[in-house]
């Protein structure tokens, strides 16, 4: 047995492993060289956990000869106690079965580890070890350590269940280990360092044992970690010695040949290697055990493995290496493995060459994070790394500029980005328009990128455009890149919603959602953004509550590319919360919406913004605040009619609300008067506001009794306020049948504001009406659990005289027993036992009874249910 090394690190998991292993006939470790095996398994011999005696036998090559192995054997048992030594009597029987016989009916049985058991498979030895445990057990129990799996027919035993098997990934340390092997040398590193450092080494012992001891003498460890890897010079030394020295030279130029590549299979290994050594190619696979199948035909060296053969490849054949490297592109481009191809380029130094396979490759997207599939950023960086920043007219063909400008856009570089897209330009615009059309297709993807920052109409013509030229390439080779289709479709809705075709603009942003689903963080909530923007403005905010949830759900700052905020997401978020009258969430989300737009100018963007925050601060009561805001974003609106008559109207709304109705009044009908719904609802208010409520009603009944699409939540203002008036005036059945309208509209998208914003009018109205209050109660409970007086001071209910409001009724009996079992503190696993129900049947009624509460916690429903009595 080895002796005791200084400092073992603990592996309770795999002595655990061993011991239960140990009550069975075999168990086999296996791994390559430094994974621990034989350091393991004389712990857990010295442990005290084996069975019986423990007799080790270390074999060399020479020792797997017959008579000197079972020679061995007898030795090493003997010096444990069981058998009579190798100079036992001769019976003619087979050493085996003599061995076998000597052990049988021992007691307590006797642990036989055969440390280096790689027999020849014509030493007889394979078919001679397997009869000797079962002949032995339960007397003898096996442990075979090796770097491959031994030549042993084990599939019987692995079948019955009676051989344990610890192969390189058990072996690998895990966090734990790690942090007890730096412990052992005094090292330290922070957590991010310590995943590296397991990231990069895969586990593996050795690589970091060599990694804790070079560390121990570093000022900046948690650097050292972050970079280790196959390249440093003690894991280059130790495969160096413990693995290249001991293989056959065509074995080792095979090695080498294939270690510079991040996978491969027979084929591509022909291509880079010799004949001779190609020759090996089946003995690579079976006896060197850093090699790791992937599945289909390839294989892969263990990372740090890895990099140390491609280091030691580039330091032996110098110049030959940027060959194999150039071979290796080509084959693998032959092949369609763009991603291999674009590697190996990069590494030949191609970098003409690796920005075309990228570009002709419609693969431009996955640069600037448009899908999730795996990622080319770490090549085309370098590839951009070498193009002229300060002086790309020098380049004579666009692909590497498009690239760089890639690049640079996902790097948040949008400067660079425009410049180096500039000059791609300029190099297409010499050829002839029938060429370079996959370079044609990436500078527009590339300007879509950005087509927030563009006109209206260029945004339309680059959309018609792009469309134009995908129909020029064949559908199947358009399928594998569907990104590209995803962002001309959100474009085209992006230029319907610039247009004001809100509508047309959902159809498009929802034909192109099921693609950018699987894009990257940024197009996902971006398109998710703009289609709640889109539904807003048609006032269906019931849908846009969805599309902002979901865009919520995305990273607030994408990780694909980089560092991109998305301001449509807050936009509509901000939108959403207003119309449902949550103010806090409101102003959240338009300061968050405020910081997307600082980093990523958006006209459109910025004037919906002012747009909200101007009907917060009406909302609020203060029309001053709503004018400045007004004012300061009109300059948004220039190219954007239908914006700028949106912001017209909130003027106009402000006006009215800071009792200044002729200048309401002057507005609105500037911006339509009685022609539309939004238009006649502003001119009511300032005739109102000018004390005319017989013009009022005249300007407002106009517009309803009108056709044409109306966004709902100004359908609920209008006939609100039609509500309104005609109560002032004494149709109390025509004010009623409004306010019925208005109620069911505002129910149905869960619009809260207009009746927020309606005073105390609506309450006295409720108040005298529950027939009409009952059905939509919790549409208006913020609103009964807050009433305005005539002077416009907040009072509570209590204070107004009012009883307090209660929902008893809408709640069921299981849902109110759900609620009381709440209230004593159980959890919902808890009260599925109490209620013999299932647990999600449990959260079904929690999420039921929330909704009926207005609330989003289990504390608040409580609270809540107290408060109106239902417990």
Request: charged share 25%; hydrophobic share 45%.
């Amino acid at each position: 047995m080895p002796a005791r090394g200084e400092s073992v690190t603990p592996r309770t998991r795999l002595l655990e492993r061993l011991t239960k292993g140990s009550r069975g006939p075999l168990t086999v470790v296996t791994g390559p060289p430094g994974a621990g095996k034989t350091t393991t398994v004389s712990s857990w011999a010295r442990s005290g956990k084996a069975p019986g005696p423990v007799a080790w036998a270390t074999l060399d090559p020479e020792d797997h000869e017959p008579r000197r192995f079972w020679s061995l054997l007898a030795e090493a048992l003997a010096s444990a106690g069981v058998g009579a030594g190798p100079d036992g009597d001769d019976d003619g029987r087979p050493p085996h079965e003599r061995l076998a016989a000597v052990l049988t009916g021992g007691e307590p049985p006797v642990v036989l580890v055969l440390d280096g058991f790689e027999p020849d498979p014509e030493s007889g030895l394979p078919e001679e070890i397997p009869r000797f445990i079962r002949a032995a057990f339960p007397a003898l129990r096996v442990i075979l350590i090796a770097r491959r799996d031994p030549l042993l027919p084990l599939s019987r035993l692995r079948l019955s269940g009676e051989l344990t098997e610890i192969r390189g990934e058990a072996l690998a340390f895990g966090q734990r280990e790690l942090l007890a092997l730096l412990d052992q040398h005094g090292v330290t590193l922070h957590p991010r360092s310590v995943s590296a450092l397991l990231e990069r080494t895969e586990g593996w012992a050795a690589g970091l044992r060599l990694a804790a001891m070079t560390m121990e003498h570093l000022p900046d460890p948690d650097a050292f970690a972050r970079r280790f890897g196959g390249d440093d010079p003690a894991v280059v030394g130790y495969v160096m010695e413990e693995v290249l020295e001991h293989q056959p030279a065509e074995l080792r130029r095979l090695m080498l040949a294939t270690g510079i590549t991040q996978r491969f299979d027979a084929e591509l290994a022909g291509e880079l290697a010799d004949p001779e050594a190609m020759a090996c190619f089946p003995a690579l696979l079976r006896e060197n055990s850093f090699v790791q199948p992937l599945g289909q035909g390839w294989y892969r060296y263990h990372a740090v493995f890895g990099a140390a053969l491609d280091l030691i490849h580039r330091q032996e054949r110098g110049g030959a290496a940027t060959e194999s490297h150039r071979r290796a592109s080509a084959w693998f481009s032959r092949r369609s493995h763009l991603a291999d191809a674009v590697h190996h380029a990069v590494r030949a130094r191609g970098w003409q060459h690796a920005s075309w396979l990228v570009v002709d490759g419609l693969a431009l997207g996955q640069v600037l994070g448009l899908s999730p599939r795996e990622s080319l950023a770490d090549f085309t960086e370098q590839v951009a790394d070498h193009v002229p920043e300060h002086d790309p007219s020098l380049l004579i063909e666009p692909e590497p500029s498009l690239v760089a400008a890639a690049v640079a856009f996902a790097r948040g570089h949008d400067d660079l980005c425009v410049r180096y897209l500039k000059c791609a330009e300029r190099l297409l615009g010499a050829a002839p328009a029938d060429q370079a059309l996959p370079a044609r297709l990436a500078a527009g993807t590339l300007r879509l990128m950005g087509a927030g920052d563009l006109p209206a109409a260029r945004v339309s013509s680059l959309t018609g455009e792009m469309e134009r030229l995908l129909d020029r390439f064949p559908g199947q080779v358009l399928d594998d890149r569907p990104e590209i289709e995803a962002l001309v479709r959100y474009t085209r809705g992006r230029a319907e919603l610039e247009a004001g075709r809100p509508a047309e603009a959902v159809a498009a942003f929802e034909s192109a959602l099921p693609v950018a689903e699987r894009g990257g963080d940024f197009q996902r909530r971006r398109c998710l953004g703009s289609l709640a923007v889109a539904e807003a403005l048609l006032g269906r905010f019931s849908k846009a509550a969805q599309y902002a949830v979901k865009a919520a759900q995305q990273p607030e700052v994408s990780t694909c590319p980089p560092g991109r905020r998305t301001a449509a997401a807050h936009v509509a978020g901000a939108w959403v919360a207003l119309a449902d009258y949550r103010m806090d969430e409101v102003r959240a989300e338009l300061d968050k919406a405020a910081l997307a737009l600082r980093e990523s100018p958006d006209a459109m963007m910025a004037g919906l913004r002012g747009l909200v925050a101007a009907r917060l601060a009406l909302a609020e009561g203060d029309a001053d605040e709503a004018l400045r805001t007004l004012a300061a974003v009109r300059e948004h609106a220039l190219e954007l009619p239908w914006l700028e008559r949106r912001l017209e109207l909130a003027v106009a709304e402000a006006y009215a609300a800071g009792e200044v109705p002729a200048a309401a009044i002057e507005v609105a009908r500037r911006a339509g008067g009685t022609g539309a719904t939004d238009s006649a609802v502003a001119l009511a208010r300032g005739e109102l506001g000018n004390g005319d409520p017989e013009a009022a009603l005249n300007a407002l009944r106009s517009a309803l009794s009108g056709s044409g699409a109306v966004p709902i939540d100004v359908r609920v203002e209008a006939w609100l306020l039609d509500a309104y008036l005609s109560y002032r005036t004494g149709d109390r059945s025509r004010g009623r049948r409004s306010l019925d309208r208005a109620l069911r509209l505002g129910d149905r998208e869960q619009v809260r504001l207009p009746f927020a914003m309606a005073g105390s009018w609506l309450l006295a109205v409720l108040r005298r009406d529950a027939e009409l209050l009952r059905p939509h109660r919790m549409l208006i409970e913020p609103l009964l659990m807050r009433t305005v007086s005539e002077d416009g001071h907040r009072e509570s209910p209590a204070a107004a005289g009012e009883e307090s409001p209660t929902v008893f009724g809408r709640l069921s009996a299981r849902e109110l027993d759900v609620l009381r079992y709440l209230s004593d503190m159980l959890t919902t696993k808890e009260i599925a036992m109490e209620m013999y129900l299932s647990v999600n049947t449990v959260k079904t009624h929690l999420k039921s009874i929330y909704q009926k509460l207005a609330v989003t916690r289990r504390g608040e429903a409580v609270r809540r249910a107290h408060h109106l009595h239902l417990i």
